[in-house]
């Protein structure tokens, strides 16, 4: 005979309070939600719902003639669709439901291992996304022999140009979100960065940052360390991901949690449905470069 399960109706597994907690701690633990804009979030509740995202046109500057009519343009803006296209779930049991809800410090473990979860794969997602989204033009040549310690800053210098070029940043050095330009490396590419001239030799930093971990600036850029960003072990090639905010959208939300109870061996069964989805709104916004290591 097939078991009876019925919802569970109150404790700390209440699937609004799991809902609620994983939201709050998703954010915080991605490296990437830094490096992305949420500004057309909107009503997410399926997924197939879309996002859209209006571009304007460009606006032609003309010589004043007097006594010649001024001659009006209607621009023609573009709209993107950002498509909520990624669902993925996470499940588990917790055995003695009784046992668990008494004890908040276990309850959080299970929240933990189900933020880490969703981190992976999301954080996984967008830096593939942003990858293939960054404009042809903003991919920079890769070093002949490989990236080290002694060419690596003209390296982040190139990609600050390449940035600045298609006005991504502005004179001041930031986005036009008003923050600095980021840069995602992977760990041995970071490793390279201590390495360097240009950041030893800025001895209190240096030293803050490799005894605290505090947020490194490198050429201009905020250096964001994460272990996904894609390397190929066949060649291999490591990459690096540099840009403002504005380069890429993403929304995301929990979209379903829920909890049930097996009456006859005190099992809980926890889930939860997780809807996201991104778009290179401005691929000029986004710069990179694949290259080996030295």
Not at 59 to 71: A, E, F, L, N, Q
Not at 174 to 195: E, F, N, S, T
């Amino acid at each position: 005979m097939a078991k009876t399960t019925i919802t569970v109706k109150n404790g700390l597994f209440k699937p609004e309070i799991m809902s609620k907690e994983l939201l709050r701690n998703l954010d915080p633990e991605s490296v990437w939600m830094d490096c992305v804009n949420k500004d057309y979030e909107g009503e997410i509740k399926n997924v197939g719902d879309t996002v859209k995202i209006n571009q304007p046109g460009n606006i032609t500057v003309k010589t004043y003639v007097k006594g010649t009519p001024m001659v009006y343009e209607s621009p023609q803006g573009l709209q993107d669709q950002l498509v909520i296209d990624q669902q993925k779930y996470f499940a588990f049991d917790i055995e003695d439901i009784d046992e668990v809800q008494a004890n908040v410090t276990l309850v959080d473990k299970y929240f933990s291992r189900s933020r880490t979860a969703i981190t992976l794969v999301k954080d996984s997602y967008i830096a593939t996304k942003v990858w293939n989204g960054i404009d042809s033009g903003n991919i920079i040549t890769a070093p002949a022999g490989g990236l080290d310690k002694d060419n690596i800053y003209g390296v982040f210098v190139k990609l600050r140009s390449a940035l600045r070029w298609t006005n991504a940043i502005k004179q001041n050095g930031r986005g036009y979100d008003g923050k600095q330009p980021y840069a995602v490396v992977d760990p041995d590419v970071m490793g390279i960065i201590l390495q360097t001239d240009q950041f030893t030799h800025a001895t209190q930093v240096g030293d803050d940052t490799i005894r605290k971990g505090t947020v490194i600036r490198f050429a201009g850029f905020d250096i964001k360390e994460s272990t996904n960003v894609t390397i190929d072990t066949t060649t291999p090639t490591h990459k690096i991901i540099a840009g403002t905010t504005e380069g890429f959208t993403y929304a995301d939300q929990i979209a379903k949690t829920r909890t049930l109870e097996d009456k006859d061996d005190f099992v809980a069964h926890c889930a939860g449905l997780y809807l996201f989805g991104g778009l290179a709104a401005q691929p000029k916004a986004l710069a990179g470069i694949e290259t080996a290591l030295a």
